[in-house]
């Protein structure tokens, strides 16, 4: 009977607990979860946007939306391409550079003699808390042909580009131009031959990523700043103690510590890069010359522009499918490698021998 008692107890908080999150569940199976199957159903069918996906005269095409964009040989095989070549370049660029910016700043602001702690740290972190579209449109106007920033490059005599209207890849302009190697130009890669792959963010792209890093690395920062306070003074002392030099300790001692933060700020930063969409939207559309469309705004306009609703759905879980790719890979790269526990098999092994 004593036994019985706390297991019955037990079952009733499992009740409760069920009874609470239940409102919750509901309305993320209902505005979640539902929507979410209900547009894989759309990429697996000749959907035209009319009436309801679920209806009789909805058709079950298979995989033919997945082929058009990955292998159709066609206009979507090249804009999906396009924009993958747009958006691997996007995140090839951002991520390393906002987080490496972010754990600097945080690593500054983290030091006690810094004067003006909290005053700087509010400064790095006011653009992550200023509307996205706010800040496409600041750009616009300070990469103009005109604007600020072309002014601040011609006082030391740099020629400034058209930024938001100059498609041209940033890899072909530092190597002069010109046809690349037959190769690369006679071989292709969803409708893109590998020379355009290898072209590099165009210039509009460049200034988009720049907006990017600008706009993303005061919210890192808190991420690192909090992780940085989490550790306790004495290791770096013990490191000065036996002589290491400050970026050894850092190098040796706080980055190893830091592998949680580490690992959150990459999952986000890829998650956010890959997802880029509002900034295209509001600043170029895609242009010029679809150098700046990524895949997020690709499925958005193959959907509410040209109708093709299972195309633009099966882009939406292509680019679902990549992220969860580089989620795991990333997570694989950053796990915990538990020598001391092989070591210790390695030496039991030894002993036996």
């Known amino acids: 009977m004593a036994v019985a008692a706390p297991r019955r107890a037990r079952r009733g908080d499992g009740r409760a607990g069920w009874l609470f999150t239940l409102p919750v569940i509901v309305v993320l199976g209902l505005f979640m979860l539902v929507p979410v199957l209900m547009a894989l159903w759309v990429s697996f069918s000749d959907w035209t946007g009319r009436g309801s996906p679920l209806a009789p005269g909805v058709g079950f095409v298979g995989l033919d939306n997945y082929e058009a964009i990955t292998s159709g040989g066609g206009l979507a095989e090249r804009n999906f391409g396009i924009a993958m070549r747009n958006n691997a370049w996007y995140v090839l660029l951002v991520v390393p550079l906002q987080t490496g910016l972010s754990l600097l700043l945080a690593v500054l602001v983290n030091r006690a003699v810094l004067r003006g702690r909290g005053l700087l740290r509010t400064a790095f972190y006011f653009p992550s808390v200023t509307s996205s579209v706010a800040i496409t449109v600041l750009w616009l106007f300070l990469f103009s ?12 005599g740099v020629n400034g580009p058209n930024w938001f209207n100059d498609p041209r890849g940033i890899v072909h302009v530092a190597l002069g131009g010109g046809t690349g190697p037959a190769f690369l130009t006679g071989s292709d890669f969803l409708g893109v031959t590998w020379w355009d792959w290898l072209s590099g963010p165009s210039v509009a ?60 700020v990459l999952t986000l930063g890829l998650i956010g890069c890959w997802q880029v969409f509002d900034q295209i939207y509001t600043g170029t559309q895609g242009g010029p010359g679809k150098t700046t469309v990524t895949p997020a705004y690709l499925s958005y306009e193959a959907a509410f522009t040209d109708q093709a609703w299972g195309q633009g759905a099966a882009i939406s879980f292509v680019l679902f499918a990549i992220i969860v790719a580089f989620t795991l890979l990333q997570r694989w790269l950053l796990r915990e490698r538990d020598t001391s526990k092989r070591l210790a098999g390695r030496l039991a092994k030894g002993a036996k021998a």
Not at 215 to 226: N, Q
């Open 145 to 156: 042909t005109s604007g600020a920033v072309n002014q601040v490059l011609g006082w030391i």
């Open 205 to 264: 792209m460049s200034a988009l990523i720049l907006m990017a890093v600008f706009t993303t690395s005061g919210t890192f920062m808190l991420l690192f700043l909090a992780a940085l306070q989490n550790i306790g003074p004495e290791l770096d002392e013990a490191g000065w103690m036996d002589g290491a030099t400050a970026w050894q300790r850092f190098w040796r001692i706080t980055l190893p510590q830091l592998r949680p933060a580490l690992f959150t």
